[in-house]
């Protein structure tokens, strides 16, 4: 006999929490139908069709799973299916006395039985509703449902779109960043996580100075001025030649420098957000971007000349850090891995060695058309 049972909800949307209840019920039963309630009198950000096509999404790995939708009462749904076990996930004590008030009314009305499974612990905060209340304060909920809920939630509350663009120091971020925001439309802005850098180095602020602080203990006083703000190249030429020093400072500035994205995206509306930074695979801030990312490249012995006129430094200088880089091919790999354990986002080569042959009105129309570049 098949063992069979259902979980409803409004799902609206689903979160990690939601799909931590569905991979334990799979491993009980053999079937388990995911379904949607369809309520008249609650209003919902999304349609049945998008909220069935976010929970097909994240639980795609899970083979015997049915996502279906129904209307009226949820009992009569069950036993039109011949299931006879409701599972819930609860969260509280609250919910468990609201719960154990149905679980008494299903038994007696079709004799269908709940199973009552409290959340784990790491999902017992999060809710459909608190998602949306926190992205509508422009806050990052990446740890609590899938990117692709993600990006929905920023396009229909706030009408954000994100796009991260990156590579290697000298392939010319800044100015392809530059040239395709003005090219999209006025509604885009182009933030550079450079200059972030430079502010935390530079700033007062008691987050960048305890930032600098950590970065003091691990690579010592040298890299300090005399004001105590950061020597850039004393910095650079410590961190340029070890790749484990390079991954600690990314590391050290990934706080402060996640709290600067947060203050310059605050208050946009109806905003596409290009971001561009060498390091946004590897410090894993690609995933507040939702992986959408286009990867530059060119040509090393024109990133070298890029490198030396830009920072007015040796040709020595400038092959160092190139060298302690990742190239495009490891940055290919890494997107291309985190798209796949995500189910969500695209990336896309582009050669800028002469930038002047890029076709940015393409590239535009496909971003405003949702396309892959």
């Known amino acids: 006999m098949t063992r069979k049972a259902i979980i409803a909800g409004s799902f609206d949307p689903i979160t990690y929490g939601h799909v ?8 009980i039963f053999d079937e388990v ?36 939708s129904y209307e009226g009462m949820l009992s009569e749904y069950a036993y039109s299916l011949n299931i006879d076990c409701i599972v819930r996930g609860i969260r509280s004590g609250s919910e468990y006395d609201n719960e154990h008030t149905l679980l008494r009314f299903n038994r007696k009305l079709k004799n269908i039985d ?11 905060h999060i809710s459909s509703s608190l998602v949306k209340s926190i992205v509508k304060e422009y806050g990052f909920v990446n740890d609590y449902v899938p990117l692709k809920v993600k990006e929905a939630l920023e396009e229909r509350l706030l009408g954000i779109r994100f796009y991260g663009i990156t590579g290697g120091s000298g392939v010319g971020k800044s100015t392809f960043s530059k040239k395709l925001s003005n090219e999209i439309s006025d509604n885009t802005i182009h933030i550079d ?24 203990l691990y690579f010592g006083k040298n890299i300090f001025n005399e004001d105590m703000t950061i020597n850039r190249k004393e910095l650079a030429s410590i961190v340029f030649s070890n790749k484990t020093h390079l ?15 947060y203050n310059s995206i605050y208050g946009l509306k109806d905003t596409i957000v290009l971001v561009d930074g060498a390091t946004l695979l590897e410090s894993g801030l690609i995933s507040h971007l939702n992986n959408n990312c286009i990867i530059l490249e060119c040509d090393s012995d024109i990133a070298m000349e890029r490198i030396m006129q830009r920072d007015n430094i040796s040709l020595g200088y400038a092959r160092s850090i190139i060298e302690s880089q990742s190239d ?46």
């Open 20 to 27: 931590d209840i569905i991979e334990r019920t799979s491993r």
């Open 33 to 68: 139908y995911v379904s949607i309630g369809q309520n008249p009198d609650k209003h919902c950000l999304f349609s049945v069709e998008e909220r069935k096509n976010f929970i097909a999404s994240a639980i795609k790995h899970i083979p015997n799973i049915l996502v279906t």
């Open 114 to 124: 709940t199973l009552l499974l409290p959340t784990s612990d790491k999902y017992s």
């Open 193 to 216: 996580l450079d200059k972030f850098a430079h502010e935390i180095y530079d700033g007062v602020e008691p987050y960048e100075l305890a930032c600098k602080e950590k970065l003091g």
């Open 247 to 261: 991954a600690v400072l990314n590391e050290v500035l990934k706080p402060a420098m996640r709290h600067k994205f």
């Open 328 to 373: 495009s091919g490891y940055k290919t790999n890494l997107i291309d891995k985190l798209i796949d354990e995500s189910s969500h986002g695209y990336s896309v080569i582009i050669d800028n060695t002469d930038n002047s042959k890029i076709d940015y009105t393409s590239i535009t129309q496909k971003i405003i058309n949702k396309e892959n570049i």
